[in-house]
């Protein structure tokens, strides 16, 4: 049983370009949460996906958005990317919102 | 607001050395839980524990053991005879969430040299 995966492991973007994150929930999961930890931090909650929407949001701006497929899976897009964007994204996924979340590996962003 | 704060942000032992980990959080909920995560450097969040408000008692697990008190709105965690595998940094969370939408601690940092 797979758990939590997300690509790409690695990107490098530039200041000013968009990127897309990916995640696949573990299996029988339907409810995805996005964190951002910059390096030397804790985690920050992003977002919530629930059903296709987003039903909990972090302190972060616009640029930041989401999206649920049928399938559960997710993605976060980050707009006009600043230097400070640079951090590892983690992914996390539960069987609804009622029960605990189960973290992915990450992907490392690294804005140049 | 939530909040949670690990003081310590680096510690290092010898091996074999016992070794605890603080965290005080802060919340208004009377319902919440906490965790403890082990983030090695592959960077992957290895979960440790979960502990619910309602649940004051101390667990043991091998090597590790935790100590929950309410009155002082502590979660510490404490490695017995650390071993150089037990490096890595460690966050203590809260959710008032059933286990979703974490505060982090900043992390504690803990190296266990040879």
């Known amino acids: 049983d797979a758990g939590v995966t997300q690509s790409p492991t690695h990107l490098i973007k530039t200041r000013g370009q968009q990127v897309t994150l990916r995640c696949s929930p573990k299996s029988g999961h339907d409810t995805v949460s996005w964190y951002q930890q910059a390096l030397g931090q804790g985690p920050q909650f992003i977002f919530q996906y629930y059903e296709e929407e987003e039903r909990q949001r972090g302190n972060f701006p616009d640029r930041f958005s989401g999206h649920q497929f049928p399938n559960y899976s997710s993605e976060l897009n980050v707009n006009a990317l600043l230097l400070g964007d640079s951090a590892l994204y983690l992914c996390?996924?539960?069987?609804?919102?009622?029960?605990?979340?189960?973290f992915g590996p990450g992907t490392r962003l690294t804005v140049t | 607001a939530q909040k949670v704060t690990q003081a310590q942000t680096e510690i290092s032992v010898v091996e074999k050395e016992d070794v605890t980990l603080d965290c005080v959080y802060e919340?208004?909920?009377?319902?919440?839980?906490l965790f403890w995560y082990k983030q090695p450097p592959s960077g992957e969040l290895v979960f440790l524990i979960r502990r619910n408000s309602f649940d004051e008692q101390n667990e043991i697990s091998g090597r590790y053991s935790w100590n929950f008190q309410k009155s002082t709105s502590s979660f510490n965690f404490t490695i017995t005879a650390s071993q150089v595998v037990d490096s890595a940094v460690y966050f203590c969370?809260?959710?008032?969430?059933?286990?979703?939408?974490?505060?982090f601690g900043p992390g504690t940092r803990l190296s266990v040299l040879p």
């Open positions: 919340t208004r909920d009377t319902t919440y839980y």
């Open positions: 969370a809260l959710s008032a969430d059933y286990g979703q939408n974490f505060v």
């Open positions: 996390a996924s539960s069987p609804g919102t009622l029960y605990e979340q189960y």
